[in-house]
């Protein structure tokens, strides 16, 4: 069994920031800099929304737990002949005078372990399985299963630059019976990457946001890529991290991010999780898959897209049947490979964001970041079918000034022969990988993409005086791809902190708010339909977890999705940082999970 206690830093990281202000913390370097985007005013509102990144630091880090012969890997130092153990102390030793050299400069925000790991953003260590848990109110008996949460989580502390994105995948599970127990676990997804630095007792692999820029990211590649040819590293079997979304599907739970294959979790009886491995779907999959694959809820397949970002085709599209058998590839013609975290589907299309932010590796020649915002590029979103066999047939709509980090739905109508993509437009587009001195915004906003004439429209859906920032969350998982009138989203505000949930009309613009309270922050609401045939779309319950930054306890709140009345509260036994997202599993699919 891991262990539990937290590992405490007690001195400050010796970065030369300022204690009093995060405002000045670009770096002044070429050799590490990065590049403020010029102002984008055309697409830019008045209304201000204040940065919550001053939270008090709290860097706790779990205790790395002893590997045993099972998860014993060969990169372990122990095997090393002489030759790698030497070509490993002059690595190690470069290394050490690069991070020399990055500490002597400034970390932007995005890439400031202190900014990053923040409050309630500061990891945890696992906990193991805790049952009897206390229940506030009474839990809804259609809610039984396992609510599952995904998250970054970093299990070392880090030596140089990190963005939230970077840390290792923790999965956050409490069960629901419908008898009214609960139980909590959270556990470490078992990735390649994390088994060889827990190895190694430290991190070594690069961060691919908080230390691939500039010149600095070119050595560290160097560094990786010197290990890897003395077989100190294996990385082969992937360098991803599992930390941003969750799905389950053909009786798999598979952990998520974009950067590799999906891994394989297996919920246990007792309620614990454990990692079974890369899940490849019976070598079908021989490329990366992004962190939000779909699942159709009437033909019960699932859709997902793969991108490379180092060679052609940069992007592929792909889908599986519900037996587990994957179609073929097809290949999207993109000129330049494009950061594509999210996309959407419809009832006969899957709809494919192409925009604005890109990835430029060369840019780190002349001392920038590699993933950057391309003011001549005009966004486009490409309109294919889901049966396709290649990509001849795509309709590309472009949508100028649209970037969306997520989509939360899309659908047909026929009759005007528009495809309605419901998704936050996000400004400046590239401020959560780079540094801006603009305030972020997350519009919500109505796309109509016209497959006859090529044109397209955008408007905000709620009015100015309701503005908020409205980023992760979902709509009723059974009208998927099919026009749906309500979703729950963040209130991703002071951001990135989440102070509650909105439940938006798309047809009004009404919006309903849900407010945690004051110092209680939470995450994306997840909402779980009470039956699969209901006359109400809204006919539901909200699972969101809720952390109370005054108390420093966590617990898991279920609202009533019609009324947004809380019906229940489980109180957690430890914290529960802010992550990203999440999935029920339905008890009665427990029965045959593999």
């Not at 509650?500 to 110092?519: E, M, Q, R, W």
Request: hydrophobic share 35%; with cysteine; net charge neutral.
């Amino acid at each position: 069994m891991a262990s539990t206690s937290n590992w405490t830093s007690k001195a400050p990281i010796s970065y030369p920031l300022s204690s009093s202000s995060i405002k000045d913390l670009s770096f002044s370097s070429k050799a590490i800099s990065f590049r403020n985007r010029p102002k984008n005013s055309a697409s830019r509102t008045s209304s201000k929304i204040h940065c919550a990144l001053n939270s008090p630091s709290v860097l706790h880090f779990p205790n790395p737990a002893i590997p045993n012969e099972e998860t014993s890997l060969k990169s372990s130092p122990q095997k090393w002949n002489l030759l790698q153990k030497a070509a490993a102390s002059v690595l190690d030793v470069a290394e050490s005078a690069l991070v020399s050299i990055e500490r002597q400069h400034r970390l932007p925000k995005t890439a400031d372990p202190r900014v990053q790991l923040s409050g309630n953003f500061a990891p945890v260590p696992e906990q193991p399985v805790r049952h009897a848990l206390p229940v506030t109110g009474t839990i809804p008996k259609c809610v039984s299963g396992v609510y599952l949460r995904n998250g970054a989580n970093p299990l070392f502390k880090p030596v140089s630059g990190h963005h939230l994105f970077d840390g290792d995948g923790m999965v956050h599970a409490v069960t629901l019976d419908n008898g009214g127990s609960a139980s909590y676990a959270c556990r470490f997804t078992e990735t390649q990457r994390l088994g060889q630095e827990r190895e190694l007792g430290r991190p070594i692999f690069p961060k691919a946001i908080g230390e691939l820029h500039g010149h600095s990211g070119i050595a560290r590649l160097m560094l990786l890529y010197g290990r890897t040819l003395c077989g100190l590293l294996d990385h082969k079997q992937g360098i991803g991290v599992a930390n941003a979304g969750l799905v389950y599907f053909n009786n798999h739970l598979l952990a998520m991010s974009e950067d590799d294959l999906p891994y394989h979790v297996r919920i246990t009886d007792s309620g614990d999780l454990k990692t079974v491995g890369r899940y490849d779907f019976d070598d079908q999959l021989k490329s990366t898959m992004i962190a939000h694959p779909k699942v159709d809820p009437e033909s019960k397949e699932l859709f997902a897209l793969s991108y490379n970002v180092l060679q052609k085709p940069y992007l592929k599209y792909f889908r599986v049947f519900p037996d587990g058998k994957k179609s073929q590839d097809v290949e999207i013609p993109l000129t330049v490979p494009t950061m594509m975290h999210d996309f959407a589907i419809t009832k006969n299309f899957v709809v494919i964001p192409d925009q604005q932010v890109v990835f430029k590796f060369q840019n780190m020649i002349t001392g920038g970041s590699p993933v950057i915002y391309d003011s001549e590029k005009i966004s486009r979103f490409g309109i294919l079918s889901k049966n396709a066999s290649n990509a001849n047939d795509i309709i590309w709509v472009e949508t100028p000034d649209t970037f969306c980090f997520h989509l939360w739905n899309a659908w047909e109508e026929p009759e005007s022969e528009e495809v309605v993509v419901i998704g936050s437009r996000m400004t400046p587009a590239d401020s959560v990988f780079n540094e801006c001195e603009e305030n972020l915004q997350s519009v919500l906003s109505e796309i109509r993409l016209n497959l006859k004439t090529g044109k397209s429209t955008c408007r905000p859906i709620l009015s100015d005086s309701e503005q908020v920032n409205l980023e992760a969350g979902m709509v009723n998982r059974n009208l998927l791809g099919r026009k749906s009138r309500y979703a729950y989203l963040a209130i991703a505000e002071p951001w990135p902190k989440v102070s509650g949930f909105a439940k938006v009309d798309l047809f009004t613009g009404d919006v309903t708010k849900h407010i945690y309270g004051n110092n209680r922050y939470g995450g994306e609401p997840f909402f779980l339909p009470r039956v699969a045939n209901s006359e109400s779309e809204d006919d539901g319950y909200i699972l969101v977890f809720v952390h109370d930054e005054n108390t420093w306890k966590s617990e898991l709140q279920i609202v009533n999705a019609m009324t947004l009345q809380v019906e229940a509260s489980v109180k957690l036994p430890s914290r529960v940082p802010y992550g990203f997202h999440g999935t029920f599993v339905e008890a009665k699919d427990l029965i045959n999970q593999e």
